[in-house]
């Protein structure tokens, strides 16, 4: 099953740099996945998504890519600033199923 | 357009009380759907709502805890008796459509619960 985590992973990236955050996602089936960002005190915030039928999306300053080989996901935020300090959730959900799955979570921090 | 609205944001109970959360989603969404976070972890689905009715209530504990999405009014996520492991933020999210894909949820900035 799924273990508690008492503490995020954290990423601390230099402002400017470039950020990868990485997530595995468990279910085969989901066809359908979406990267959020939720800062402090706030609820999540849409990003970008993607389908399974593609292996890369671009947004502004955000890249996600998708290998559904080894069911991975990450997001590469390019330039980073200080207001995307925040914690990023990858979510999936299969095509029928009501309940949008998240995964544990990495922490941004942006050093000025 | 003011998204989602979630009150109270922070909301502190005894132990055995109740408490009531209140979510209105988004104008034009008519699908509402509840997620639980405990600290430093994901969103955990509880509950998805149309207008007065209950969809997928898979994700919801079966006692103490209900939902409802009256015709009129906002949702309401009501925990009866309340145990210190009630305390977490709860979301509510709105869609105008069901379904992967299709579209993508608004979440709300969430209500606060603390249980003494």
């Known amino acids: 099953g799924e273990s508690v985590g008492l503490h995020l992973p954290t990423l601390s990236v230099q402002e400017g740099d470039n950020s990868i955050i990485n997530c595995a996602y468990s279910?085969?089936?989901?066809?359908?996945f979406i990267w959020y960002k939720q800062e402090s005190g706030k609820g999540p915030q849409f990003i970008i998504d993607?389908?399974?039928?593609?292996d890369k999306r671009q947004g502004q300053r955000v890249t996600v890519l998708l290998n559904k080989t080894v069911k991975h996901l990450s997001l590469q935020i390019a330039a980073t600033q200080p207001g995307d300090s925040a914690v990023y959730f990858c979510?999936?959900?299969?095509?029928?199923?009501?309940?949008?799955?998240f995964g544990k979570g990495n922490q941004v921090v942006v050093i000025p | 357009n003011a998204g989602v609205m979630q009150n109270p944001r922070h909301l502190v109970r005894r132990r055995g009380q109740e408490a009531r959360l209140r979510c209105s989603p988004m104008?034009?969404?008519?699908?509402v759907y509840w997620y639980r976070q405990l600290p430093e972890e994901g969103l955990k689905f509880m509950v998805y709502?149309?207008?007065?009715?209950?969809?997928?209530e898979s994700g919801m504990p079966k006692e103490r805890f209900s939902a409802e999405f009256p015709k009129e009014g906002p949702s309401i996520l009501r925990i009866q008796q309340v145990v210190r492991g009630d305390s977490a933020a709860y979301f509510c999210?709105?869609?105008?459509?069901?379904?992967?894909?299709?579209?993508?949820?608004?979440f709300g900035a969430g209500s606060r619960l603390t249980v003494l």
């Open positions: 999210a709105s869609s105008p459509n069901r379904g992967s894909g299709a579209n993508v949820l608004t």
């Open positions: 279910n085969s089936a989901s066809d359908y």
């Open positions: 993607i389908r399974s039928n593609m």
């Open positions: 979510a999936e959900i299969s095509y029928g199923n009501n309940r949008l799955a």
């Open positions: 104008k034009g969404h008519s699908h």
């Open positions: 709502l149309q207008k007065e009715n209950i969809i997928d």
